[in-house]
C-alpha cells in the first residue's frame, strides 16, 4: 500500500526523468531555527529549542518547477519546560535544564520559482535522526531519536542568487534508540517537534 512517502518519491523521480535538459540547481544555505517546540506526549515532557541549520538542496529546474534531494544539519539548544515537578528536581540536584542536539536530515523536495521572485516547495525528510550531544540531566546524553519530517518553504529573491527565506518544519519521531542499540518505541509514538525557520540560500542555475 502507497504512503505518503512513496508518493513524494515517485514525483521526484518522475520529474527529474522528464527534465534530462533542465538545467542543474544547487542550492546551499543557512538559517536559525527559533520557536521549536519538542513534545513527549507519552511522558508529558516538554521542551523549547533553537538554533543554527545549514544544508542545501540538489536538483533540478524546468520550467519554473524544481525537484531533487535535500540534506539538514541542525544544532540546538533544548531546554525543559514540562513537567514542573521534574524541573524543580533538576534544579534541587544543581542540573543544567538546557540539552544540546544534533539532527542530521535528509530527504527530496519538489517546488515551483513564479516569474515574480517568489518561489514555494516542499520537502519530505525520509529520516531525521536527533542525537543528544549535551545533556544536563543526563537522560538523553548520547542516545537518539529517531523520525521523518516534513517541511513548506517560502521564498523570496532579494537578489538573482540571493533568496530570503521562511519554512515549517514538523517532525514525527518514530522511537528513541539508546547508544547500546537497544531502543524504546513505546513512548515516543505520538512523540513530536515543529520549528520555523529563517534563511538564507543561493539558489544556483546552470
Known amino acids: 500500500m502507497f504512503s505518503i512517502r512513496h508518493y513524494v518519491i515517485l514525483a521526484v523521480l518522475i520529474f527529474i526523468g522528464k527534465a534530462a535538459l533542465a538545467s542543474v540547481l544547487i542550492e546551499p544555505y543557512v538559517g536559525y531555527s527559533l520557536g521549536g517546540k519538542i513534545d513527549l506526549k507519552e511522558t508529558s515532557q516538554k521542551y523549547d529549542y533553537s538554533g543554527m541549520n545549514y544544508g542545501g538542496r540538489l536538483g533540478v529546474d524546468y520550467l519554473g518547477l524544481m525537484g531533487g534531494f535535500a540534506y539538514d544539519h541542525g544544532s540546538y539548544t533544548a531546554t525543559y519546560k514540562e513537567p514542573s ?4 528536581l533538576l534544579k534541587s540536584l544543581n542540573e543544567s535544564l538546557d540539552s544540546e542536539w544534533s539532527v542530521n536530515s535528509y530527504g527530496v523536495f519538489v517546488g515551483y520559482n513564479f516569474p515574480i521572485l517568489f518561489r514555494v ?22 542516545n537518539k531519536m529517531k523520525s521523518t519530517a516534513y517541511e513548506l518553504g517560502f521564498g523570496y529573491k532579494i537578489l538573482p542568487i540571493l533568496s530570503l527565506n521562511l519554512q515549517y518544519r514538523v517532525a514525527d519521531i518514530s522511537k528513541k534508540e539508546y547508544s547500546d542499540g537497544s531502543t524504546e518505541p513505546d513512548n515516543y509514538k505520538k512523540a513530536s517537534t515543529k520549528s520555523g525557520i529563517v534563511s538564507i540560500s543561493v539558489p544556483i542555475s546552470f
Open 85 to 88: 515537578s521534574s524541573i524543580d
Open 121 to 142: 516547495w516542499g520537502t519530505y525528510f525520509l529520516s531525521a535522526d536527533w542525537k543528544a550531544t549535551k545533556d544536563g540531566g543526563g537522560e538523553f546524553k548520547d
